[in-house]
């Protein structure tokens, strides 16, 4: 039998969803308590006395139908809860009842970085009941410029336990749970059926098309952020009746070269906490049902010109292979998914790009062997291919500018500068003391190389270095496609130079 | 998306229509392509139409509500490219 498996466990997951929803909003109004407890469990609870400050259990199990000695809109919320939230209990457009959902809610954090800082604190602080926080990765200085929820006393640490660690100090009443793995095709579905909202603070693309067919197959409401640079993006996928998935909008995955990220594009720190703070805003929404979320709308933030601009989105399509009629990723597929042939990435972030192998190794020098060899010629050109806002932090002395991006509009001025350099050679050759013998066997090396038959001077030796290793490969390659065949370049670029060879050298 | 087009987030333009019709999002595209884009094309179209990871809007709505390639524009719209954001 192959009827549509995965529409109808689609189906059968959305009513038993429903069901539990209505079954939490009987037991509010029955003055029982929230949550998972059994019936019998809840009403010997509550018929104890109040627990003076000694609630040992979770702060959804606290018995909330005691005896007490006033009145409420059965909203379910003790005394501690009421003042603690007042000032948006009190506020006209929210109220107790919402309060009490968002409460009694709960909310998944993909990633505690730039997105998922303020999205937790905000969330933890407001009181949503349960808020769990996924990552794999630890903390470093370098990510707390805009991760504000990490501190520098927790480099090193887990990501979810430093955030996690925030959020309790923050509010000690919810309840806060950790993942310290990545979210995988495998741990998706049952991790995202967890929770009532999901929060997508991830920073790259595979792991944003499996948050959204998770959710899809799990039947859970996404709030969907990025920044990068100064601009950032908000939406709320998965919502309601005609709300799109991330695929309904990109059904097929941009080339993996046209994903800029973090760690090569940069961004300012306060860009993604402004999109971080506005997803925490969408999960309070649709928790606490007050508001209109931002499904079908997408939210474009320049921060550069201080212009928030919305626009509309398509509805639902219902040829989606996640959300669509007749879905083919579904619970049952999806973890035999292959997000990475999909994307054509692996779901790696903030991690260095993967070593290219385009140069031989031999044809190849270490960082101690440049050193070397610029000591003992000085002739030698070195280019730094890097984008100018690299090479303005750091650069090896001397080195010329010639960013790998444009890389073709500086091949004139590399043939100028090496032509200076062989004159410049040529002239001190005639004037001063004959050169070290390891030198000019160097030269004599380099002469031949150049096959120096033409009769033009011998080109002086040429070093292409980049931040660490690849774009230097390209440059190299170029080079030769263009007839200048002599250039070597540096294994592992800056970074390893600086390892290497001067740790005084400047990382980023 | 800015970076294709010589840093320009906004570009007025005058675009010729071609046998007295109407201009389509399509042609329009073509036109930015040959006539604004400063580099690498691939990275704003592929084929006839917009690569993966581009939101095409036609007056702040998705051209998927208009008509796609074949959406009509006229004095005074406006076209907009977005590209979609992974970073967090
Ligand atoms: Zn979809």
């Known amino acids: 039998m192959s009827s549509p498996p995965g529409a109808l466990e689609q189906e059968l997951e959305r009513l038993r969803a429903q069901n539990a929803q209505l079954q939490a909003e009987l037991d509010a109004v029955r003055g029982v308590q929230a949550g998972a407890a059994p019936p019998v469990a809840a009403a010997a609870a509550a018929q104890e006395e109040p627990p003076a400050g000694a609630a040992n259990g979770a702060a959804c199990c606290r018995p909330v139908a005691a005896a007490r000695d006033w009145d409420g809109l059965q909203h379910g919320l003790d005394k501690d809860q009421i003042a603690r939230y007042s000032r948006q209990i009190i506020l006209h457009s929210f109220g ?257 790009p993967q070593p290219l192998q385009l140069i031989p190794r031999e044809e190849r020098i270490t960082p101690a062997e440049l050193q070397r060899r610029l000591a003992s010629q000085p002739t030698a050109v070195l280019l730094d291919v890097r984008p100018a806002e690299q090479f303005n932090i750091c650069h090896l002395p001397g080195a010329v500018h010639t960013p790998f991006k444009h890389f073709d509009r500086y091949v004139e001025a590399i043939q100028e500068r090496l032509a200076a350099a062989a004159a410049g050679a040529a002239a001190a050759g005639q004037a001063a003391a004959p050169p070290a013998a390891e030198q000019q066997q160097q030269q004599d090396q380099q002469d031949q190389q150049n096959g120096s038959a033409d009769g033009l001077q011998p080109q002086p030796p040429l070093y292409v270095v980049c931040r660490r290793g690849n774009d230097s490969q390209r440059a190299v390659a170029r080079l030769r496609q263009l007839g200048i065949s002599h250039a070597v370049d540096v294994v592992g670029g800056v970074e390893a130079w600086a390892r290497e060879v001067d740790p005084s050298f400047p990382l980023y | 998306m800015e970076l294709l087009f010589g840093n320009q987030k906004t570009v007025e333009a005058d675009i010729p229509v071609s046998n007295g019709g109407q201009l389509t999002v399509a042609e329009a595209m073509a036109w930015a392509r040959d006539n604004l884009l400063t580099e690498r094309p691939e990275l704003f179209m592929k084929g006839s139409s917009v690569r993966p990871g581009v939101l095409v809007l036609v007056n702040d709505t998705d051209w998927e509500l208009c008509g796609e390639l074949e959406a009509e524009v006229a004095e005074g719209d406006r076209v907009t490219f977005i590209s979609t954001l992974h970073g967090g």
């Open chain 1, 96 to 352: 107790v009842q919402a309060q009490a959902r968002l409460c009694r809610g709960s909310v998944l954090i993909v990633g505690a970085g730039g997105l998922g800082s303020p999205a937790a604190l905000y969330l933890a602080a407001a009181g949503v009941g349960r808020v769990g926080i996924v990552d794999r990765d630890t903390v470093e200085l370098s990510n707390i410029h805009r991760q504000v929820i990490h501190k520098e006393a927790t480099v090193g640490m887990h990501k979810a336990l430093s955030a996690a660690e925030a959020c309790r100090a923050l509010n000690s009443s919810i309840q806060v749970e950790t993942h310290l793995e990545a979210l995988t095709p495998a741990n998706a579905v049952q991790l995202v059926r967890q929770y009532d909202v999901v929060v997508d603070a991830s920073d790259n693309a595979p792991t944003r098309y499996l948050i959204s067919d998770a959710c899809c197959a799990a039947g859970r409401s996404l709030v969907s952020g990025a920044a990068i640079g100064t601009d950032g993006q908000l939406t709320v996928y998965c919502h309601g009746e005609d709300g799109p998935c991330y695929r309904c909008l990109f059904p097929e995955a941009p080339a993996a070269g046209n994903c800029a990220r973090c760690v090569d594009a940069g961004v300012l720190g306060v860009v993604p906490g402004v999109i971080g703070t506005l997803q925490a805003l969408e999960a309070v929404k649709l928790l606490s049902g007050v508001g209109d979320p931002l499904s079908r709308r997408l939210l474009v933030v320049d921060c550069a010109a201080g212009r928030f601009h919305s626009v509309k989105l398509r509805a639902r399509s219902p040829n989606c292979v996640a959300c669509g009629a007749a879905p083919s990723i579904t619970t049952a597929s999806l973890p035999s998914y292959d997000y990475a042939a999909f994307t054509g990435q692996a779901a790696a972030n903030d991690a260095a």
